[in-house]
């Protein structure tokens, strides 16, 4: 960490889907050069998922992939990486297993943080988590989340679902200058940023970047690729 506070390096969080094959594919994508991993416990309804990542969780959960089984992947994937793991998921699996039983569960099992996707900024600011911010964001709200977030603040790029893009929102510098002014933790941008040179566009403004639909894609051809993949987005964001 510089004295500011801000990384010394761009950081590199790769999204991947709960399943069987996952503590492998995470393995694989440290070793291509993630910084941090975000495993997504799938759900029926995920309105902040593009189609990449709602095929994903509809795949999983036709493998069995409840929360009791996400949690066992997470612990699973504990055992072969030492980097923050984030469950990634939505406030009704946490409704229907409970808030602080899967907070515990989670950290039992690994997990660094959590990630709500739709439980906004100032409700239940008892769980601990990485709180989501976007351009359409109030000045209030990045002011609660900024003063909530746990560990570094979630920069949604785009308005609408996950998935590819053709470039860098322009919207991000915008929330970037914004969110500097009231947040003192890193920040990391996500939401359409899937090739090395859209990373390192986003990392020029952000501290970070998250990674998700394209990793979920390259994921499906195994640990090679997913490898191979991420040490393309490592390389450009060491340049």
Partial sequence: MTRDGVPSKK??????????????????AVDGGADLLELGFPFSDPLADGPVVRRAGERALAQGMRTAACLEVLRESRARVDVPLIPMTYASILEAYGWERFAADARDAGATSLIVADLPAGERPELHRVQLVA???????????????????????????????????????????????VAAT??????????????????????????????????????????????????????
């Fill in 11 to 28: 950081a590199l969080s790769i999204y991947l889907m709960c399943g069987p094959d996952t503590p492998a594919l995470a393995e694989a």
């Fill in 135 to 181: 351009p359409t964001s109030t000045d209030e709200r990045l002011r609660v989340a900024a003063a909530q977030t746990d560990g570094w603040l979630y920069l949604v790029t785009v308005t609408g679902t996950t998935g590819a893009r053709d470039g860098v929102s322009p919207a991000l510098a915008g929330l970037v200058a914004r969110a500097r002014k």
């Fill in 186 to 239: 890193p920040l990391y941008a996500g939401f359409g940023i899937s090739t090395p040179e859209q990373a390192r566009a986003a990392a020029d403004l952000a501290d970070g970047v998250v990674v998700g639909s394209r990793a979920v894609e390259v994921a499906e051809d195994g640990p090679d690729a997913l490898r191979t993949y991420v040490r393309s987005l490592r390389e450009s964001l060491d340049r």
